[in-house]
């Protein structure tokens, strides 16, 4: 494992198994709490600010627990026309979701930020990227899902794996943010506070 040179402990605030395997690129040691926090939007609430709010939420939900931590939140929402596209949970609802997004982008909100307890400090950060699919045909659908059935994933699609193939472009200042945490902010946020990356 890397070290850091700040004597504080690593701690992700989240359950998700993607933003798991994207910080353990980092060769860092952390530890991983469930954050309780209600992500249902706030009424006439944008996108964004929504992502935003809730990454620190979660966050500052950990806190408690870890006195002498640095705390990870993030969260996404994905938006098409104006349409949340939360996680679908079931194929019935993949195949809604895939149904409505083709042909049209998605934009999928991604925020980040992290909290060093002792300190109050907050670093926090945006980063969108927007995903046109393809025309898709309801027999692309059904052998995408049945390939890959991604129910627990925001939009029904896994762009780092066979769902890249429904895509017609991808553009975002990073392509890890799409995945659930934009990592190129949060290493220079780790960075910012002593931890040694690479």
Same mark, same amino acid.
């Given at each position: 494992m890397s070290s850091t040179n700040s004597g504080l402990k690593l701690v992700l605030a989240s359950t998700s198994r993607y933003r798991k395997q994207l910080l353990s690129r980092l060769n860092l040691?952390?530890?991983?709490? @469930?954050?309780?926090?209600? &992500?249902?939007?706030?009424? *006439?609430? @944008?996108? @964004?600010?929504?992502?935003?709010?809730?990454a620190? =939420?979660?966050?500052?939900?950990?806190? @408690?627990?870890?006195?002498?931590?640095? #705390?990870?939140?993030?969260?996404?929402?994905?938006?098409?026309?104006? /349409?949340?596209l939360d996680k679908p949970g079931d194929h019935?609802?993949?195949?809604? /979701?895939? /149904?409505?997004? *083709?042909?049209?982008?998605?934009?999928?909100?991604?925020?980040?930020a992290v909290l060093h307890v002792a300190s109050g400090r907050v670093q926090a950060d945006l980063v969108p990227t927007e995903s046109r699919f393809r025309d898709l045909t309801d027999? &692309?659908? &059904?052998?995408?899902?049945k390939a890959e059935p991604a129910y627990d994933v925001a939009?029904? =699609?896994?762009?780092?794996?066979?769902? #890249? =193939?429904?895509?017609?472009?991808? &553009?975002?200042?990073?392509?890890? =943010?799409?995945?659930?945490?934009?990592?190129?902010?949060l290493c220079g946020m780790l960075r910012n506070e002593g931890f040694l990356v690479p």
């Open positions: 040691a952390f530890e991983i709490v @469930a954050p309780h926090v209600d &992500e249902s939007p706030l009424p *006439r609430e @944008a996108p @964004a600010v929504t992502a935003s709010r809730l620190l =939420a979660k966050a500052e939900a950990a806190r @408690a627990g870890f006195p002498g931590a640095l #705390i990870i939140g993030s969260d996404q929402v994905a938006i098409c026309e104006g /349409q949340r019935a609802n993949a195949v809604r /979701q895939l /149904q409505f997004a *083709r042909g049209r982008s998605v934009v999928f909100y991604t925020a980040l027999e &692309e659908i &059904e052998r995408y899902l939009g029904s =699609a896994k762009a780092e794996g066979l769902g #890249i =193939a429904l895509m017609d472009r991808i &553009e975002s200042a990073d392509p890890t =943010a799409l995945i659930g945490l934009p990592m190129i902010s």
